[in-house]
Structure formats: C-alpha cells, structure tokens
C-alpha cells in the first residue's frame, strides 16, 4: 500500500495541490480535427444537392447589383440580363473556378506562431462576431462602442484556442466613415494575430490594406504575394450579391487576400423550410461568388462557407443550436468536401442571457461544427441574442467548452506503461492510486485543468459565495483586462498607423459603401 | 412573388402560429443511434487493454467479498484463495462468459411501446440516478425524500426520450428496510416504463421481484422467462465486489432479468490517472463481474458498463463532461465492441447550479456517450453536484437536450421535392419563403419546437420577466405535476401491491446487505 512509503498522503495531496496547474503541454494554437466527418445524406444525395444549386444557377441565375461584377461574369461566359442584373452560369465556369480555388491557403499574422492554414482537416476558431451590442454583468447591455471593441480584441488574443481575430461587436460610436481605421488600428496594436476587414467598398478595404501592409513592414508587391487579412462575404440569400461583398469579393481576390463566402440561409424564411432545400440554396449563392473570385484572380484564396439554420415558425425568430442547424452543418460540410475546398461554420445561440439555454445552444451547435468537419468555427464564444450581443461573461464560458475541444485533438496516450498494469499491481483491492508511481509520474499534465468551472463541492461553493459560472466569468475578464497587455507592439509602427489615420481623418476618411 | 397570392403574408404567418406545435411525427421511444462510434484508440491498443484486462484477473485478480459467488468463480475453474478472497480468473472463463452472454436483451416494460432492446446501435437514455439530495428553485436543496422519488418518477413518465426508470433521487425518509416496498410501488404505479430494483441483498430483491411479477400479471415462470427489471451493479475500484453487489448478480441472472455492470474508476484516485490504465481496471472489473453471471446462468442477460472520469487534482473532488471522460467514454465503447455487448455510459456535470456550466458538462459528456456508441446513457437529465443532488429545474433543461439528440435521430429529408428547385424558382431574389408553396406544406412538421428554449428577442423576453432557463424550467415541471397523471393503473393490481406491503411491512421489511 502507498502509504507505508515515507510521505503520508496528505503530504502527496498537498505537492499535488502545489504543482497541478500549468504543466500540460497542450498546442491549442494549431489545431486538426480528430473526428471523422458525419454525413447528412448519403453521397448520391449530397451530390445530388451540388447538381442541383448548379441548375438554380445556369437556369434561375442570381442577381448581382454590382457592374464591374456582371462584366466579369459576362467575360467568364455567363449569360448577364443588364436589365434585371440577373447573371446565369454555367456549370463550366463553376467547375473552372473550382479547379483554380487553392484547396490549402496559408495566412501571415503579426508572428509565425500565429500563421494558420486554412484546408480540410483543420480546426481554426473564431469567437462571436458582428454583433451591434456588447453587454456584460458590470456595465449592462449597451450598443457596441469601439472601447468594448477593443476589450473584445484583447480578449480574443489572450486565448490560444481562438485563432483568428473577428469583429466581435460593432464600434457605433465612431462615425462609419473612420470606423474602419479605429478597428483595424485596434486589431493590428492589441494582437499579432490574424486581422479582419470589413467589406464596405474599395475606399475603406484599400485603407485597411494600406494599413496592414506598413504595419507587417511590406511592400504592396510583398503584401500580395501573401494573405495577411480575411474578410466575410454574406450573400443576400435569396439569390442576390450586393455592391459592398461583390467588390469584397473582387478587391479581395486581387490582392491575394482571404475571402469567406457565408450565404446565412435561415430555413423557412430567406431560404427553403428544409434542410436539403436550404443547403441548395446556400450552396449555389456560395459557388457564385466563389466563381466571382477566380474570374478576378484565378487562383486566389478563397473559402467555402455555410450558415443554414432554422427559424421559429410561429414568430419567424432565428434559432440555433437546433436538430436543423445541426443537420445542416453536417449536410454543409459533405458539400465542401465534393469541391475540396477549406470553408467556414458557426456555432450559436438564441438566448438572451448565459444560462443553460444558452450553454446548450451554443455547444450543440459547436459539436456539429466539430464533427462536420468544418475548417473555421466562427461565433464560438460570447454570441448571444442570435448574434445581437456578445456578453463578455458568455465569452468566457465558451471559451472552457472550445479548450476541451481543443483537448479532444490531442492523443490519448496508450502506450504499454499507460494501461498501468504495474500500477495495478501495486494498489491493492480497497486502496487507492493518488500516491501511486504511475501517478505521480503523471499527475501534473495528466488532466486538463478549468478555468471557469468550479469543481468544489456544494458546501465549499457555498461558503465562496455561491457563485455561478457568469459571475465566476465576470471576475475572469475583469482580471485579465486589469493585466498589462501581454502583446506589445513595436513603437516605430504605431506611430506610422496613428499618422496615417490622422491624415485619413483630415482627409475625410471613407464613407462605407451600401 | 408569393405575396400576390390571395393570401396576405401577415395572414399566413398567424397560420403559422396556430399550426406549427405538436405536428412532428418523430418517435422518441426508439432511437437508433445514427453516428459511427468514434474511437480513443487505435484497434490494436484497444485489444491492447482488453487483453491487459485478462491479464489483471489471471494474474491479479480481484477480491470477491461474498463466499457464494468465490464458490461459483472456484466451480468455474478460478483459482480462489479463501483466506484473502482474492479470485485469480482465467482467460478462458471470461471467455466462454462473453461466448454465452448474449448480445441482445428484451426487455419488457408496462406496455409494449415501452419494450427496449438492449444492443449495440441502439440509444436508450435514463435521467440521472441513485443522488442523495433534491433541489428546485422553490423548496431548496434537501435531502431526497419518497415524495421527491415520485415525483421524478412522475416527471420521467412523462417524457418520451426517457425509457427507463432508474432511481432519480435517495427516500431518505423511509427506513432501510421498507424503501424498496415505497420505491417499487411508486415505479409501478406512476409509470408503465422499466423499473429499476436495487441491489441491496437478496432478500430485498426477491421482494421487488414478487412485487413486480405480481403487478405485471405474471406467474414465476413467466417472470423468469424474460426480463423484466434491471439493476445496477457497481464494482468497489480497485478489484473488489462486495457481498450485495455479487449477490445481485447472482440474483438477477438466476432470474434471467438484467444487471448493467458499471465499474465507477475515478481516475487518479480508485483507478489509475491514465485513460487508458482506468479503462484497463474497469474492463477488468466489468470482465469479473460479467463472468459471474454466466457462471450463476448461462445465457443470463448482462450488460456492460463504464463510467470513468477523472478527479480535480488539486482537491481530489470528481469531475464530469472533461476532456479525459470524453475520451474514456470513446475508449470504453471500443472495447465494448470488442467483446459485442450492449453497454451503458454516464454523462455527468459536476457543477452545483444549473448554470452554463452544468450545461456545458453535461453536454459535453452526453455527446460522448452518443459518440461513443453507448447503449444506454444514464444521469442524462438532472444530475449536478456530480451525482449528490438531482435538480428538477436542470432535469427539464438537460429534457430540451435530449430531445434534440432524438432528433438527430432521425433522418434528414433528401426526396427531390426537398431539394426545391421549384421554390427557388418561385422566391425571386430579395424575397422570402414564408409563405411559398414548398414553406406551406411542410411548415407543421418541419422543425423540432422548444419545450423551454425561449426563441424570442431581448425586448420581448424582457417585457415577459427577464426569466432564465431555470425560471421557465420551474414552471414547467410544476406544471407537469399539477396535470393530473397520464398512467393510471389497475386498480386492482394497486390493491393487490399495497397489500403485499403491508404484509411485508407487518413483518418487519427486508434490512438492506451491506
């Protein structure tokens, strides 16, 4: 028995207590996905589903209100009525575009370890994004500001396991036309990791590049040999590209930067009430802009993408983390596969507050991103309200399910020594193995260890307070906002960008496109 | 356009209101599991453990505390030491154990839509069993009383996602020698679904079985000819069965009804701090234990379990839904296949609220357990505290879950006609499905509809009372019981029951074995 050794349990719990933080050796910052990927529908009927979104485009068309656009489809052979700015293609132009599409895309951020590939197989993710408001325990639910923006901003580069920096919440109090310079300077000085640009017009994405470019110390020639940035293109489901995401497409493609194509096809209300229906949709509306891009540059980097769920029929309200948005994704990533390309998937939720409804939602949803073989999860934590609010205490939680997910992509070790017969051994029937060899050899990287989750028990929780896990979240983000910021960037640099959004300011700034 | 109908959009959206409830044709009582079991190992490590697991009985072995089960196992070919009740099994034995085990179980519940086949591929779920406390948000945390346990029962009648009943929460209130008169009697006549006996002894479990067969019509014979109950049998980690647990193997399968064998290996603490070293304990101790049975009855219906998390290392406190039980759960599936058994796997949460994080645990342990292939899955609703209490609100919340894990049950429609071309051709762009062709026909059934999930905007959920999902979960349950009961029994079965017990009683009860 191990207690006849010379250190008394008590004494072992006790090192354990000291020493069981920090040591795992976990790489939450490259991710590949360990779940082979579930199907939907058999494979005839996924490709089914590819003929047909084919045939919504040669025989229905999409609407494209963009001219430059239509020229490029006119070019690329498609059939353009200028009238009614509906464009039909042809099935050869897709499979023509689908051919030139990289299948891998590698992205530059601010240091090599923050560098991401983007294909099938790997797990890239993003929390909540695109949200008007912000709200948390503290401060209440208020309309985006760009300071919660760049709360926002820290917070994402604070985490490992999220890997690209998305617009969390939309910084209302800065005027559109200078919105763009104070969220990209908050991107680039608050984190090396991968920035995001908005699609509102040339004027503003040609800023943002500028911008990016001298900030990574590049020439226009260097910055386009690469992709530094990525931006998200939504179609306007059904069947219709707008001016600001046909010029993201084309501006994007040009300069060698990421496009993600994500139709959002809500079933029932801006896309067909089924699952199939609405993949269709969505499939077709992405393959066109997909296409857009290939005839502006072939070979730029470009991303499949898919956010189908379902409405509420009885009030039209979009849900999430539904049995539909789950087929949905699974059904999203059979199509992704068929064309090879790397593509985008969200998790979600409905609730209004960070309560069960809201965990579970959000974690059913996430699980059908995991296991459709997705690329980039994207509103993985803090998205609440179905992408009204990020609540800066849901941020946190979402970020202990992400970690286990990111835990779930390591091995489980099961060499020899691991199935511990040795160990078995030693611990005799009745005893246990706290001090046992086999587990102090292990004990410090053996388990994950929570950030948020409080496992005392009930007496314990209570004399702390009875606090919950949104409580718990609360002090969590406080605490690492009140740290120094653990990314410092070089001076030179700032200043040249402060300089350049002064100047752009004097000048007037970019109105945003609509 | 779908708005040049006769029918204006308004119109057939209050349509939509009226009709969409209560139209899905889904059948919660029977669930295929429809995902590919996803594995920890590789197929080799696997067999690896497995045949580790046979080395531990051969060469280890484990103490078996009761002398009339170290008789069967020494009959069996076991080499017995009678002096420290070890018993050394061959590989053989376990063997010829697993070759008349059978793979497939009937069970025989109240009714026929009740039945359950015990195998692999099928899903069949219970709410979370055998807590010593109860809690809502009314009456507060306490100590489980009968009232409690039927009331649970009540509430796991009522959902059809739920097929088996296990005992949700400890009658504290009622002595030892008489809870199993009052938890049997509330099983029976409060629900037509499985029951659930304890294994506290032969003599308490003859008297559940009298009581059973008597309420089910059934002569001895009859009772004995197929299985109508099941127990839980959970080994003492490491290496141990103590005398009520083996005589309740020897008990059920003597009478062909069901034991589930479900080794509890924490690991680091009554099992090793690997994965795959708990796995290696618990399939040792499942062996054993399966072993007996056949020894007891060849043939007798057992199925497998495991329920192996890990503890928190810094405080020994269990811990559930980690990354470390999701991987164990993958692993215990393996090797349930491996030997080709039914088996049961736990989901779990160690949270002490129904908050995110009870969510967030008890999802991430139940994917496991769908992930993993597991026949049955128990402490799927309710369960917090890591088992020491079963709270009503987070048993209607974790409800919601499950339901939409019964849907994902289901296939997802892929006909041509749900593919839509038509409708897409029908909605030009910029417009909506609501009120197409394709939308009306299929809009009552085409989406799961929310139990307690509150699908509205943040305006109109605050106008209702700002409630969480446990407010609304509150409600909801007291509703359920303030409905009058949907089971009601024969009165003279009823009659017949009480009785017995009164009988019983008058004769001093049965003291539970320890």
């Not at 020229?71 to 700015?85: K, M, S």
């Not at 179609?235 to 010029?247: I, K």
């Not at 579970?360 to 009204?388: K, P, R």
Request: proline fraction near 6%.
């Amino acid at each position: 028995m191990v207690e006849d050794g010379s250190r008394s349990r008590r004494g072992r719990r006790a090192k354990l207590q000291e020493d069981a933080a920090d040591h795992r050796p976990v790489n939450y910052h490259s991710l590949d996905n360990p779940f082979t990927p579930v199907p939907a529908f058999s494979d005839d009927r996924a490709m089914a589903i590819h003929e047909t979104a084919l045939r919504v485009l040669q025989e229905l068309g999409i609407k494209v209100l963009l001219g430059e656009a239509r020229d490029l489809y006119r070019r690329g052979g498609a059939l353009v009525d200028e009238e009614t700015h509906m464009v039909r293609i042809g099935r050869e132009m897709v499979e023509q575009a689908l051919a030139t599409a990289p299948k891998s895309i590698t992205l530059k951020a601010g240091s090599p370890q923050k560098d991401l590939v983007l294909e099938l197989g790997k797990l890239v993710v993003q929390p909540g994004a695109g949200a008007p408001h912000a709200s948390d325990l503290i401060r209440g639910r208020r309309p985006g500001s760009i300071a919660d923006f760049r709360e926002f901003t820290r917070l994402t580069h604070h985490f490992d396991v999220l890997h690209m920096m998305p617009p969390v919440v939309e910084a209302q109090d800065v005027p559109a036309n200078l919105r763009h310079y104070a969220m990209t300077e908050a991107e680039l000085t608050l984190s090396d990791k991968l920035p995001f640009v908005y699609s509102r017009g040339t004027p503003q994405v040609m800023d943002c590049f500028e911008m990016i470019r001298n900030f990574r110390g590049l020439s226009e020639k260097e910055f386009q040999q690469q992709s530094h940035c990525y931006t998200i293109i939504n179609t306007n489901s059904p069947r219709q590209l707008d001016v600001p995401m046909a010029q993201g497409l084309i501006d994007f493609a040009r300069n060698n930067q990421v496009s993600i194509v994500t139709p959002f096809c809500l079933m029932g209300a801006m896309a067909p009430v089924t699952v199939a229906g609405a993949l269709t949709l969505s499939h077709a509306e992405a393959l066109a802009a997909i296409t857009l891009t290939q005839l502006a540059n072939p070979g730029a980097p470009v991303c499949y993408g898919a956010f189908t769920s379902n409405v509420d029929m009885k009030s039209g309200a979009p849900a999430f983390g539904t049995p539909e948005q789950v087929k949905a994704n699974f059904g999203a990533g059979q199509l992704a596969r068929l064309i090879g390309l790397p593509w985008r998937s969200a998790a979600g939720c409905a609730a209004n507050i960070n309560d069960a409804q809201a965990a579970h939602e959000t974690q059913m949803s996430a699980w059908s991103v995991v296991l459709s073989g997705a690329t980039v999860m994207i509103h993985g934590a803090g998205w609440i309200e179905g992408g009204l609010t990020v609540s800066f205490e849901k941020f946190i939680t979402d970020i202990e399910m992400l970690q286990v997910f990111a835990e779930l992509c390591t091995e489980t070790p099961s060499e020899d020594s691991d199935l511990a017969f040795e160990a078995l051994a030693e611990v005799q029937p009745g005893g246990h193995f706290f001090g046992a060899t086999h587990t102090m050899e292990r004990y410090q990287s053996a388990f994950y260890q929570p950030m948020n989750y409080d496992w005392s028990n009930f007496g314990t929780w209570t004399e702390r307070g009875s606090k919950d896990a949104s409580q718990r979240a609360s002090e969590h983000w406080q605490a690492i906002l009140a740290s120094p910021p653990s990314f410092i960037p070089s001076a030179d640099r700032v200043e040249e960008l402060e300089s350049f959004i002064a100047h752009r300011t004097e000048a007037g700034g970019a109105e945003p496109e609509s």
